[in-house]
Every structure is written in C-alpha cells, then in structure tokens.
C-alpha cells in the first residue's frame, strides 16, 4: 500500500514514515498533490503554524481528491487543515467539516505536551480494540471545535475537545498515532485496513 505524505515543510516526518513502515505501508514524501492520484492514500502530517501550511497548501488539489473518494488522513494540524479556519491565524483550511480550530484555554499550560486518555462517543471501525480511557500522545496548542457524527472520540484538557474523526473517506486525528504507543498503533493500522478496501 502506498501513502503519500504531503510535504509542506513541517513536522518530523521521519516517526511518522518509520510507523508506517511497521504496518507494510510504502510511504512517500510529495511536495504535489497530484503526485498522490495513483497512490492509495493521502497523508497531511502535523506540527507547524495553520497559517504558514493553510498559505502554501494546495487546497482545490486536496478537496478535489477526497471528493474523489480517496483516502485522506489528518494528524495534528493535519486535522485542523480539515475546518474552515483556525484562531492561531488568517488563511482557509480545506472547509471538508464545518467547525474551526481553537486555542487550548489559558486555564491550562499551553501546549499540551504528552498523554492523555480518549473517550470513545461514537463507535467507528477506527477505534476497534481500544479500550476506553486507552493514553494517547499529545503535542498541540488548537483543537477542533466542531460536533457531528464524525465525531468518533474527544479527549479533556481545559475543555472537552474532538479528538478523532472518521466521515466515509477521511480520517483525523489529534493525537499523534506515531508517537501513542499501542493503541497509536491499532489505530493507524485501522485506518490503513479501511484504506485498502
């Protein structure tokens, strides 16, 4: 299975290439989106400025091909690139969810770096095998808020936030899967099971 990570110039894309790889995926780094039309899925890594990425990101390329029906996975500021926009600055995200990015509250220390525990609200095949309450890992200073039945699990810090997102062909994630441990593990490997279909 080949992923195409897109690469705008942020992140460690090194982790994310090596968890991949772990589950027999081929990953490769484009810098044009329309290098991932013959692949299986597309990835938009996190970590880096919403404006920056949402400035230099090709946007129609991406929305035209999750409308397509391929796969399109978020992680981090991959997932706030999901919304319509984001509080930590100017710039449109690809609009595939209603709902924007906000900053994490200042009653808490800002970012939120390490784990945390999910609350599954809505059971998807992207969550099968984890346990409620299962820590995941966090390096973040936005989440997104937005409600709907793509909402699959929220995780709580200073607000109860959405955590993990799954809508037909596009799956988010807040968290970083690469860095989680097992259950950043079983839930990559979901995503890439329903990848393949």
């Known amino acids: 299975m080949r992923v195409c990570i897109l690469n705008y110039g942020v992140g460690n894309l090194y982790s994310l290439q090596a968890a991949l790889k772990r589950e027999n995926a ?18 938009l890594p996190g970590v880096g400025n919403f404006r920056e990425v949402a400035r230099k ?3 129609e390329e991406i929305r035209d091909l999750a ?4 796969p399109l996975i978020g992680i981090c ?28 509250p200042s ?24 346990a409620n309450e299962s820590w995941v890992y966090y390096i973040h200073s936005y989440y997104p808020e937005t409600s709907g039945d793509w909402v699959v699990a929220t995780s709580k810090y200073g607000v109860e936030y959405p955590t993990l997102i799954a809508r037909k062909n596009v799956f988010g994630s807040q968290f970083h899967p690469e860095k989680s441990g ?8 979901n995503i890439l099971r329903l990848v393949k279909r």
């Open 77 to 104: 500021l991959g997932l706030q690139l999901f919304f319509e926009s984001s509080e930590e600055g100017s710039g449109k995200g690809l609009g595939l969810f209603s709902g924007q990015a906000k900053r994490l």
């Open 107 to 130: 009653t808490v220390k800002i970012p939120q770096i390490g784990w945390n525990t999910l609350r599954v609200t809505n059971p998807n095949e992207i969550v099968e095998g984890i």
């Open 26 to 43: 081929d990953p490769q780094l484009v810098t044009n989106v329309r290098r991932a039309r013959s692949a299986d899925a597309l990835l």
């Open 182 to 189: 097992k259950t950043g593990r079983t839930i990559l490997r």
């Open 57 to 59: 990101v090709q946007r």
């Open 67 to 70: 409308e397509s029906g391929k």
